[in-house]
């Protein structure tokens, strides 16, 4: 059973920084391409960014270039999203996802983490 746990969700104001985490069991990790994803109330979920298997190739929503970054750690078989100079309208519940290969889009994507929340005040 593939799991997908997500951490590292909180309050924090508006130009402070986040780390999420999240931790892949039940799936070969190191050739699993991975995806965060964002929900904020009434919204759609949207791409924010994504990794390949390697590390070697990511991808980033142009809302969030320059501020997210987006890394792996095969070893501890976690994907993590470093967020910088947050703002208030990156406030959403943020998903893990991953899938078989790098992908900006939703579909594609197998297995789904809970989600961690992400409030930035003003």
């Known amino acids: 059973q593939v799991q997908l746990v997500e951490s590292g969700g909180g309050l924090v104001q508006a130009g402070g920084s986040l780390r999420l985490s999240c931790v892949v069991s039940?799936?070969?990790?190191?050739?699993?391409?991975m995806g965060w994803f964002r929900q904020a109330p009434g919204k759609e979920r949207e791409f924010v960014a994504a990794?390949?298997?390697?590390?070697?190739?990511?991808s980033r929503a142009d809302s969030v270039k320059g501020r997210f970054t987006i890394s792996r750690d095969n070893a501890k078989n976690t994907v993590y999203l470093q967020m910088n100079s947050l703002k208030p309208e990156d406030t959403a519940v943020y998903y893990c996802?991953?899938?078989?290969?790098?992908?900006?889009?939703?579909?594609?994507?197998?297995?789904w983490g809970q989600g961690t929340q992400v409030t930035v005040s003003s």
């Open positions: 039940g799936r070969t990790f190191s050739n699993t391409a």
């Open positions: 996802a991953a899938g078989d290969k790098l992908r900006s889009y939703e579909v594609g994507y197998e297995y």
């Open positions: 990794i390949s298997w390697s590390g070697g190739i990511t």
